[in-house]
């Protein structure tokens, strides 16, 4: 279940204050009609499938059709949508929508129980054993989810199950459920951890109890790490599913082939400090003082399948070798791997949000700020995420100071988390993602920051805002300008002017002024006029996508200064820029490409 839960209320409903109570999950009200809400929105429609589609589990109180056609649009699979659970008004029904096999079928029958109402659960499997075999509770993994349907079937149809296999002395969860159990019936529930195939009516579930634990040269490719992998499963009888994690040292974590084998395997892959590791070197069966010389400690795959295990653990495969990788396996307690001493590879989600408006953010930034960790950026970029920043741990800095606000989203990813680097507009234009990789190119960074995985996600540009408000003026060549001489000389920044207005561009001025820069933009205009006359169309935007959103229309020749402020995007058309009206009045500007020309040509060759 998601560990995310929000009540989202459309009233100030007598169950708001149980809810709150039973669950700590914070109300998100309807504005103006529900009053004590820690977070209020304005559409419900959107901010309920914003919250669905970031991976909340939803308490919705409000009537169970209402949730399904607003949800309806954005329900995706069964195993990967999360809960979401209506409430009666009063608390008398809990129904689990979605996610019943996910955890909203337990947690309908906690708010039931809690509420005194009545948990309206659904779920066949659910409903008549109190489980659901296709979804084991952890660390059991379903190794053949494909048969569960027809299992399941038989089982509602009346057939027995017995449970066999060398662990299924510790399938109590299954025992739990209302099943029928006979030792020699045709369904099979079979627990074990060796690999072999599925027979009809059988599902096998393994225990996720052992680590993987590898080593290999810089580069070395991936199909090489896997067949070592798949030696080594071989070699001690296993099978994959029976495997927690992954472990190496932390040296690796940006090795290619060991994150590409977690990635297809679907596991996670643990990075074990030097320190930790040499701490091993009692309990490895092949010490190496080569291995020693070479990175620190006396063994990686075996110290790293160890490491992972800790003290009441063992090694069940020593460790083997191929050209140009190691493999060892070690079992243990599943709460001992859980809590070990390791770290995973942090990543660095570098995103740009746009204006800020929900609508103008892309489904995948929304997704990289659900799955971060901790969010770092100016003060106002955070706030203008409303919902998603909760359950986050928030950086917040002042405008300015942006190598400290990189570094530290660097090195914080260092240490194994999960970082969002929140810009306005598209983090690749005039924002932070170049200082990112600058810092990487520069090394000076801690081992851990250079080593993490960098993503970077596109938004909404104020130019392409800005055009988008105005009608279409980059419709045909154009080119930006920071007009900002703060890290670019202003000679520089001069020259780049007049070779824009010599090649005819339609520009995007970013930074046109400060409060100490007030003569750039008029020497720019004052070049540009020279080249395209006094009636060039200039669309200045302000605020776009936000409160007090504002564009203009103004010729060149008539463009002031004192018009134009900090938070101000100023696009001068080309020489082939128009101005048309429209019917109702309103003004649009457009860059032609020709379009027209070339239709009428067509036309004229085809007669």
Not at 56 to 78: D, F, N, Q, S, Y
Not at 96 to 123: D, F, S, Y
Not at 393 to 417: N, Y
Not at 496 to 514: E, H, M, Q, T
Request: charged share 25%.
């Amino acid at each position: 279940m998601s560990a995310r839960p929000v009540i989202v209320a459309l009233t100030d409903a007598p169950v708001l204050s149980a809810l709150r109570e039973a669950t700590g999950a914070r109300v998100h009200g309807l504005e103006g009609r529900v009053s004590n809400a820690d977070v209020s929105f304005s559409q419900t429609k959107q901010h309920l499938q914003h919250l669905f589609r970031d991976g909340h589990c939803i308490i919705a109180v409000m009537a169970t059709g209402a949730v399904v056609r607003l949800l309806a649009p954005v329900i995706g699979e069964k195993q990967t949508d999360p809960p979401v659970i209506a409430v009666a008004e009063d608390g008398s029904s809990v129904v689990p929508l979605l996610g019943g096999h996910h955890g909203a079928n337990q947690m309908a029958r906690v708010l039931a129980e809690k509420l005194n109402g009545h948990a309206a659960i659904t779920t066949a499997g659910d409903l008549r054993f109190g489980l659901a075999l296709d979804c084991p509770p952890k660390p059991w993994v379903l190794s053949n989810p494909e048969q569960a349907k027809d299992v399941m079937a038989a089982c509602l149809a009346g057939q027995a199950v017995s449970v066999d296999g060398e662990l299924a002395m510790d399938a109590d969860w299954v025992r739990e459920g209302d099943l029928t159990f006979s030792d020699n019936a045709p369904v099979r529930l079979t627990f074990d951890k060796r690999a072999f195939e599925a027979m009809p009516h059988q599902l096998i579930y393994r225990r996720a109890d052992h680590v993987l634990g590898l080593g290999c040269e810089r580069g070395a490719p991936l199909d090489q790490v896997r067949s070592l992998a798949l030696d080594a499963l071989e070699q001690a009888n296993l099978h994959r599913d029976a495997l927690a994690c992954l472990a190496t040292i932390d040296l690796k974590a940006d090795e290619a082939a060991l994150n590409d084998l977690a990635v297809e395997w679907n596991l996670p892959l643990k990075l074990f400090s030097v320190e930790r590791l040499e701490q091993e070197t009692p309990r490895l069966v092949h010490p190496s003082d080569v291995v020693f010389a070479e990175v620190g400690c006396h063994g990686v795959s075996e110290g790293a399948a160890l490491a992972s295990v800790g003290q009441g653990g063992e090694l069940i495969l020593p460790k083997i070798k191929s050209a140009r990788a190691t493999a060892a396996l070690a079992r243990g307690n599943v709460m001992d791997i859980e809590q070990a001493e390791a770290r995973s590879r942090g990543k660095l989600f570098v995103v740009g949000i746009g204006p800020g408006k929900d609508d103008w953010r892309s489904p995948e930034v929304t997704s990289m700020v659900s799955q971060a960790t901790d969010l770092v950026a100016y003060s106002l970029y955070l706030d203008l995420l409303g919902p998603l920043t909760e359950g986050k741990t928030r950086h917040d800095f002042d405008l300015g100071a942006e190598e400290d606000r990189v570094r530290h989203a660097m090195e914080l990813a260092g240490q194994g988390k999960d970082v969002a680097l929140v810009c306005s507009g598209d983090a690749g234009i005039y924002a932070m993602a170049t200082l990112v990789f600058e810092l990487m190119d520069d090394g000076d960074l801690s081992d851990a920051a250079n080593r993490i995985e960098v993503q970077v996600s596109p938004g909404i540009s104020a130019l392409q805002a800005a055009a988008a408000r105005a009608g279409a003026p980059l419709g045909h060549d154009f080119c930006t300008i920071s007009l900002s001489d703060l890290l670019t000389p202003w000679e520089m920044i001069q020259k780049r002017v007049r070779a824009a207005a010599d090649g005819d561009f339609v520009i995007a001025f970013y930074n046109p002024v400060s409060r100490r820069r007030r003569t750039q933009l008029a020497w720019a205009r004052d070049v540009l006029l020279e080249q395209r006359g006094h009636h060039a169309p200039v669309v200045l935007a302000t605020n776009l996508g936000r409160e007090g959103e504002l564009v203009r229309i103004v010729p060149l020749g008539e463009l002031l200064v004192d018009d134009v402020d900090m938070l101000t995007v100023v696009i001068v058309g080309s020489s082939d820029s128009r101005v048309v009206k429209t019917g109702d009045g309103k003004s649009y500007v457009y860059t032609p490409r020709g379009y027209a020309a070339k239709d009428t040509s067509r036309i004229g060759n085809a007669a």
